[in-house]
Nanobody, 126 residues
Framework: EVQLVESGGGLVQAGGSLRLSCAAA????????RGWFRQAPGRGRGGLAG????????YYADSVKGRFTISSDNAKNTVYLQMNSLEPEDTAVYYC???????????????????WGQGTQVTVSS
C-alpha cells in the first residue's frame, strides 16, 4: 500500500521557521517526482516546491523562492520542506505528493501528482 505521511506542522510566529517531513511507505520515494503543495481556506491547492526524478533538480513557486527549501533523504525515504521567514499568508494545510513521470520542471502542478498525504496544518501568527 502506497502511503505518504506528513508531520512537522504547527503554530509559529511571523518570521519563524518550521520543517515539514513527508515519510513514504510502500514504494521508493525517489523513483517518483516529489512535491509540496498547500491549500488555504477557500483557495485551490497550489504547488510550492518539487524535485524531479531525472536529475533531482528542484523548482519553486515565486511566492516561496528564497524562503523554502525542498530536500530528499533517500535512505530515510523521506522528503522535507524547510520553511524560513514565515508570513501569515503562509497559513494553510500543507501536502506532500508523488508523481510517476509527468513532472519535469517549474513549480509542480497538482494535476501531475497522483499520490497524496493527508496534510499538516501550518498556522503563522502576526
Amino acid at each position: 500500500e502506497v502511503q505518504l505521511v506528513e508531520s512537522g506542522g504547527g503554530l509559529v510566529q511571523a518570521g519563524g521557521s518550521l520543517r515539514l517531513s513527508c515519510a513514504a511507505a510502500g514504494f521508493t520515494f525517489n523513483d517518483y517526482a516529489r512535491g509540496w503543495f498547500r491549500q488555504a481556506p477557500g483557495r485551490g491547492r497550489g504547488g510550492l516546491a518539487g524535485i524531479t526524478t531525472s536529475d533531482e533538480s528542484t523548482y519553486y513557486a515565486d511566492s516561496v523562492k528564497g524562503r523554502f527549501t525542498i530536500s530528499s533523504d533517500n535512505a530515510k525515504n523521506t522528503v522535507y520542506l524547510q520553511m524560513n521567514s514565515l508570513e501569515p499568508e503562509d497559513t494553510a494545510v500543507y501536502y506532500c505528493a508523488a508523481a510517476e513521470g509527468l513532472y519535469s520542471d517549474g513549480p509542480p502542478k497538482a494535476a501531475d501528482f497522483g499520490s497524496w498525504g493527508q496534510g499538516t496544518q501550518v498556522t503563522v501568527s502576526s
